[in-house]
C-alpha cells in the first residue's frame, strides 16, 4: 500500500511538472461569488453571471517564467438565489455549470483537452446583524456547505480518467464559513467600506482516478476589503467599486501525501461597477487582475478574470399576493 501511494505521487509530481497546471484557481468560483442581500423577510433575490478565467501566466513560487505555450480557460455560468426567511435570516444557494480548457503548445504541436457539465452547488444559512459598527452598519454570518452536484469521473477520449483539475465538480462535500461587514462613511452617507471572508474546509473524494485513490483539494481562505460608492448620472444610479482580495490555497492531497506543484497565494486587485436599471434589477460587471501571486512548485496562475451578471429582487407581495 505504501509504495503505491509514493508510485502515485510520483506519477502526479511527473504530470504536474510537464503541465504547470494548477488545482488551486483554474476551477469553478463559487466562494467568489456568495453574499446576495437579504432584502427582508419573504423576499427572493435572483443573480444570472458569467465568469471568465483566464490563466496564461507560468509561475515558479513568485517568479513569473518566460513561457506562455499553456493556456487554461474557465467559464462557468451561475445562479444565486437567495430567501429571506425573516428579517434576520435567509438561505443563499449557488449553483454553476463549468467548461475548461486546456491547451498545451510545443514544438508547433498544440494538445487541446476539454471538459463541461454541472458543477458544485453551495447552500448557506446566513443571519443579518445591523449597527454592529453604529449606525448604517451591517454584519453578516453564514454556514453552510458544497455539495458535489458536478461529475468527478470525466475521462478523455482514450478512456483515461482526467485529472481533478479538469473535473466540473469534486467529488467530495466541503464546509463553508462566510463573513461580511459593510459600514456607511459619515462624510458621504452614499459611500460605504466593507470586508467579507470565507474558509472552505474541504472533504475528499474516495473514488478518484476509478477508486484506486482519494484526492481532497486544499482547504481555502479568501478575504475582500473594498469601497463602493454611489453615483447619480442620466436618471441611474451607478455604483463604482473598488476591491482588493487576498487567497490561500493549500496544498491538494492524494492518498493523505502533499501533491507537489498545488497551493499558493495571491493578492488582487478587482474594480468594479454596478447599474440600477430599474428599482429591482441590478447589472453587475468587474476586472479582476493579479498583483502578487505565491505558488507551490510552478504552476499556471491567474492573468486575468472577467465577472458579469443581473441580479433580480422580487419583493414579498409579488411573492405572496395575499400578504
Excluded: H
Amino acid at each position: 500500500m505504501y509504495v503505491r501511494k509514493i508510485f502515485l505521487i510520483l506519477l502526479f509530481a511527473i504530470g504536474q511538472s510537464s503541465f504547470a497546471q494548477t488545482c488551486c484557481s483554474g476551477g469553478v468560483p463559487l466562494s467568489n461569488n456568495l453574499g446576495l442581500p437579504n432584502e427582508g423577510k419573504k423576499t427572493v433575490v435572483i443573480g444570472v453571471t458569467y465568469d471568465y478565467n483566464n490563466l496564461n501566466t507560468l509561475n515558479a513560487g513568485s517568479a513569473t517564467l518566460d513561457d506562455d505555450s499553456r493556456l487554461r480557460i474557465t467559464n462557468s455560468v451561475l445562479l444565486n438565489m437567495n430567501y429571506a426567511l425573516t428579517d434576520k435570516f435567509s438561505i443563499e444557494g449557488l449553483f454553476s455549470w463549468v467548461n475548461q480548457t486546456r491547451t498545451i503548445t510545443q514544438f508547433g504541436n498544440e494538445s487541446l483537452t476539454e471538459t463541461s457539465g454541472i458543477g458544485d452547488a453551495v447552500f448557506l444559512l446566513k443571519y443579518t446583524i445591523d449597527s454592529v459598527l453604529g449606525n448604517r452598519s451591517v454584519l453578516n454570518i453564514g454556514i453552510g456547505g458544497k455539495a458535489p452536484f458536478g461529475r468527478s469521473d470525466l475521462a478523455s477520449e482514450e478512456g483515461v480518467q482526467l485529472t481533478a483539475d479538469l473535473q466540473p465538480g469534486s467529488g467530495a462535500w466541503d464546509l463553508i464559513g462566510w463573513l461580511s461587514i459593510a459600514k456607511n462613511m459619515g462624510f458621504r452617507p452614499s459611500a460605504a467600506l466593507s470586508a467579507s471572508f470565507t474558509y472552505r474546509l474541504t472533504g475528499a473524494n474516495d473514488s478518484y482516478l476509478d477508486n484506486t485513490s482519494v484526492y481532497e483539494f486544499g482547504n481555502v481562505l479568501q478575504g475582500n476589503l473594498g469601497y463602493a460608492d454611489q453615483l447619480f448620472f442620466f436618471n441611474t444610479i451607478f455604483m463604482p467599486g473598488l476591491i482588493f482580495k487576498y487567497r490561500k490555497a493549500f496544498e491538494d492531497q492524494v492518498d493523505t501525501f502533499d501533491l507537489p506543484n498545488t497551493g499558493g497565494q495571491w493578492v488582487f486587485i478587482r474594480p468594479e461597477l454596478g447599474v440600477q436599471l430599474t428599482p429591482r434589477l441590478v447589472l453587475n460587471a468587474r476586472v479582476e487582475i493579479p498583483l502578487y501571486s505565491e505558488v507551490v512548485g510552478t504552476q499556471l496562475t491567474p492573468t486575468v478574470r472577467f465577472t458579469s451578471g443581473l441580479s433580480y429582487k422580487f419583493p414579498s407581495k409579488q411573492m405572496n399576493p395575499l400578504n
